[in-house]
């Protein structure tokens, strides 16, 4: 029987360890705060930042929302960022996604606007943080082979290509393991071959249902990233040792991942102000 992972359950664990480190901050008067821009009216966007905007605050932390309208021009975010990077109380600088259609031809000019080290979304090829949604998918996996006891050799990443499989994969490389990476352009078959050679699975690509039970050798863990849906049919779960549901699962993690960041962005201002005296 597969265990499933407990995404809630981990945060609230690894929230006492932010927690502490939060504390020693304000005892020093360092408040973390992370700058979010929010451009248009998407519903799940909106979702999506109240539930990091919570939780980062729940921790003490400061984060403020700037909300425009799909009809802003590209100056005044522009404008609005690089007035945020001259900010020293500013920690972290995100930008929520997707961006509004009017937007979407000028994603990466605006990524490249946040100084790297505040991008605390890890967007930026300089930037010194790893993508929340990666960081908190190397997260789970230690776990699951914690739990399991599984000897790991070859990962399958599908959705390699995107802003999560991207980081994903250049971090899984770094550790030595085997990456069967799958994108838009790898056929079906071919799919399918990588995945089942594979120890675990990893499947980022937002499609519902995308991954079958076919698709996954017997045994193995699959971590599903797909949101807001997963990726992962339900009765993968019958053929797996471990998996990750969709919600409660990689997502609440992914939160703390980010709020890790922005807590070691602020850290980094300590170092910083001893090296410039």
Request: hydrophobic share 40%; net charge negative.
């Amino acid at each position: 029987m597969a265990i499933v992972f407990d995404g809630k359950g981990y945060s609230e664990k690894k929230k006492m360890l932010l927690q502490a480190s939060v504390d020693l901050l304000r005892g020093q008067g360092i408040i973390p705060h992370l700058a979010t821009l929010l451009i248009g009216d998407n519903p799940a966007s909106l979702l999506y930042t109240n539930l990091k905007k919570k939780f980062i605050e729940s921790l003490g932390c400061q984060v403020d929302v700037y909300s425009l309208n799909k009809s802003a021009k590209f100056e005044e975010i522009e404008l609005l960022i690089k007035s945020l990077n001259h900010d020293q109380t500013v920690h972290g600088i995100m930008v929520q996604f997707p961006l509004p259609q009017e937007f979407r031809g000028k994603r990466k000019e605006i990524i490249d606007i946040i100084d790297s080290k505040k991008d605390v979304d890890g967007l930026k090829a300089d930037s010194k943080f790893l993508h929340p949604t990666a960081k908190a998918a190397m997260e789970v996996l230690a776990l699951a082979i914690y739990e399991t006891r599984h000897e790991v050799k070859t990962i399958c990443v599908i959705g390699a290509t995107g802003m999560v499989g991207r980081p994903l994969v250049k971090e899984l490389k770094k550790l030595g393991y085997i990456v069967l990476e799958v994108d838009d352009k790898t056929d079906e078959l071919e799919q399918q071959s990588f995945a089942l050679q594979s120890d675990v699975l990893v499947s980022a690509t937002g499609v519902m249902n995308l991954i079958t039970p076919e698709m996954v050798r017997e045994g193995s863990i699959v971590i599903d990233v797909g949101a807001p849906h997963g990726d992962v049919h339900p009765l993968v779960e019958e053929r797996v040792s471990f998996i990750t549901p969709v919600p409660r699962g990689v997502g609440p993690v992914t939160i703390t991942c980010l709020a890790e960041n922005l807590i070691i962005s602020a850290q980094s201002t300590i170092t910083s102000n001893i090296d410039a005296k």
